[in-house]
């Protein structure tokens, strides 16, 4: 069991936290005092209050600039909404400019806040988006390479086109995968990239058995994986990292977030984990 993790924020990216140089400033804050990490929601609206709401990808590229060693991403970008061809530079040029700090976190997405796919005229099957994130996730893939992609499927189509420059990460850009942690069909997606991103986790001893099963569903169990678990402000994160957790993520409630509440949450600096909990797995 791994008694280190790794502790980010992880911020929507709403009101006044939606313009990309308060969230950069913020950023260079986290590393400073300690964080590992930085990740950003990836929505067009939300419900009220939220009224303001910003572009990811702007404010990654905001936030690698401002920063020299905080992994960073999207967490989790919907992919469904996202031209792959265009997913494939975004995230290279990206990744070149944070030095190879980009992690992809890449989910379903929903309608289930805002109906941000329904008002924009994307596809609303939670089926056929599946379809496309495993789709583009093979594309990304082969485009990630370097190598001429040639994809045609039933989504999709890339006739032989080479997407270079490479990502300084190599093989690839780290994907994690999201997904409802009681549920099958995710863990599958998940054991076949970087890491699982569970949501609405809601005991460790839960944490214990997704690591398992997607420990038995990895080609090789003893390579390098990631799980990233949402945490609440100042939770101790010891029961989690003793279930297999490598990264916790600070989360925040976007109706009740203020800049000075993320301010002051990050300058508190990462929680630790008992380490009488932490010794006893």
Avoid: N
Wanted: glycine residues 8%; charged residues 25%; aromatic residues 8%.
């Amino acid at each position: 069991m791994p008694a280190h993790h790794r502790s980010a924020l992880w911020v929507p990216l709403f009101d006044e936290l939606a313009d990309p140089l308060v969230v950069a400033r913020l950023a260079a804050e986290a590393e400073e005092a300690g964080w590992d990490g930085f990740f950003v929601w990836d929505r067009l609206t939300w419900p009220a209050p939220v009224e303001r709401v910003a572009d990811p990808w702007i404010s990654l590229a905001a936030v690698a600039t401002a920063t020299g060693s905080l992994r960073l991403g999207p967490m989790v970008t919907p992919v469904a909404r996202r031209r792959p061809a265009k997913l494939a530079r975004e995230t290279v040029s990206l990744d070149q400019l944070s030095g190879g700090r980009l992690t992809l976190g890449v989910g379903l997405g929903g309608d289930v806040y805002g109906a941000e796919f329904a008002r924009t005229g994307e596809q609303v099957d939670d089926r056929v988006r599946a379809e496309m994130l495993d789709e583009t996730l093979g594309i990304l893939t082969s485009a990630w390479s370097g190598r001429p992609v040639r994809h045609r499927g039933p989504h999709y189509v890339i006739d032989d086109l080479a997407f270079l420059p490479a990502p300084v990460q190599r093989p690839r850009v780290p994907i994690w995968a999201a997904g409802y942690a009681g549920r099958r069909r995710p863990l599958h997606r998940a054991a076949r990239v970087d890491g699982f991103f569970p949501v609405e986790l809601r005991h460790p001893d839960q944490l214990a058995e997704i690591d398992e099963t997607i420990r038995g569903l990895r080609p090789d169990p003893t390579a390098p994986y990631d799980i990233a678990v949402p945490l609440p402000p100042g939770a101790d994160p010891a029961a989690y990292v003793a279930a297999g957790a490598t990264w916790c993520l600070t989360e925040f409630e976007p109706e009740a977030m203020t800049l000075d509440h993320v301010r002051g949450v990050l300058g508190d600096g990462p929680a630790v984990p008992a380490p009488e909990e932490v010794a006893s797995s």
